[in-house]
C-alpha cells in the first residue's frame, strides 16, 4: 500500500478487495468489526485522492443475485463510518457497476453488489475467473490498481482474490499486512508458554490445526461442541451432544500420543433440548445424561483453562466454548475470553465468531494484543498453508 501511495493514487481508480463478510439479522448488522477492520486502508486511499472502489462478499449466494446476500447494510454503515455518501452498484462487473464507477469523483468511495452475485467468481474454472478478473480491471481502467486487503478471504483462490492481482497491479492493504504481521509471530517463535485455546462445533473443521498446532504449543484446551468427540474417545457417554462419530477414533490417537497437552472438559453446562429456555444443569464430563446435550463447558473447566491462560505467555483463541449466543450457555466463552483479557500473554483472537463474542459479551476488546478478521483465513496459516491471495502478491513483486 506504502509503495502505491508513494507511486501517486489521486484520480485513479483503486480497486480494494475488502472481507466485508459480516453477520445480518435480516438487514441489521450484529457485529460490525470487519467493516471497521476495513476503514483505515479505504479512508487512506480516498484521502490520497483516489476513486476507491471497494468489492467484496457476503454469505454464500450461489454465483445469482439473492436480496438476502446484498451488501446494501454493508454500504449504508461503511458510509457511516466513513462519513461520506458510499454508492451501492446494482451489480459487480454490469453496467450499474460501470455507471457507478465512472460517477465518482477523486477521494469518493462505491461499492460494487456481492462479488458472489457473478458465478465466475468461485468458479473452479480458472478461465471464467480470468474473465471476471479481466473485466474488475476494465471498470477500473488503464490507470488502475487493485489492493488485497481482506485477510479473511486470502485463503480462498477467487476472481476478486486471486486472479484479479495477476490481471492488474496489485497491493498488499494495510489489513492484510498487519495480520500476517501479527500471525507470523505465532508461527515464528512463540514466547513460552503458548497455550491455544479451539473451540466451535466440528472437529472435522479444525483437525489440521490441531494436527499442525501440537507439536508447537505448549498446551491445547478443547472447548466447544467438538470437545465431545474428545470425550466420546476418552470413552464417555456424551448424551445427544455434537459428536463426529467419524473423527472419534483420531480423537483417540490424539489423546494417545499428545495427551499431556490436550486438555479437555471436566464438567458441562447439559440442557435438555437446543434452546435458551431449556433445562439445564452442569455435570461431571462423564457423566453426561442419556437424552440431554452438552451445550458449554462447566465453572471447573473455566477454572482450569483461565489458569492456564494465566501462566502463558502467548494465547491463541478461536472458537466459542459454548453456545454464547444463548444466555444459559454463555458463561464458558466468557470465563475464558476473560482470562485471555485478564493475562498479559501476548493473545490473539481468531475467526469471525470468537471475534463477534468478545464485542458482543462486551469484553475490553483492548484486552486482546490482536483480534483477527481472519476466520478460516487465520487457522489456515497457522496450519502453515499457502494462502493464495497473499502469495499472489508476492508473485507480482
Ligand atoms: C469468512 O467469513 O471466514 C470469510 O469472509 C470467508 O468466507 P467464506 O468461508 O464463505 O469463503
Redesign the pocket.
Known sequence: LEDLLAEGVAGRHVLVRS?L?VPLDGARITDDG?VRAALPTIRRLAEAGAKVVVAA?L??PKGAPEEKYSLRPVAARLGELLGADVRLASDVVGEGAKAVVSSLADGQVALLENVRFDPRETSKDAGERDELAHAFAALVGEDGAFVSD?F??VH?KQASVYDVARVLPAYAGGLVLAELDVLGRLTGNPERPYVVVLGGSKVSDKLAVIEALLPKVDKLLIGGGMAFTFLAAQGHSVGSSLLEQDFVETARKLLETEGDKIVVPVDVVVADRFAADAATDTVAADAIPEGWMGLDIGPRTVESFAAAVAGAKTVFWNGPAGVFEMAPFAAGTRGVAQAIADSAAFSVVGG?DSAAAVRQLGLPEDGFSHIST????SLEYLEGKELPGVAVLGEEG
Open positions: 472481507d463478510n470487519r462478499h454469505g454464500r481482506g479473511g478471504v480462498r469471525g481472519g476466520g478460516g483465513a
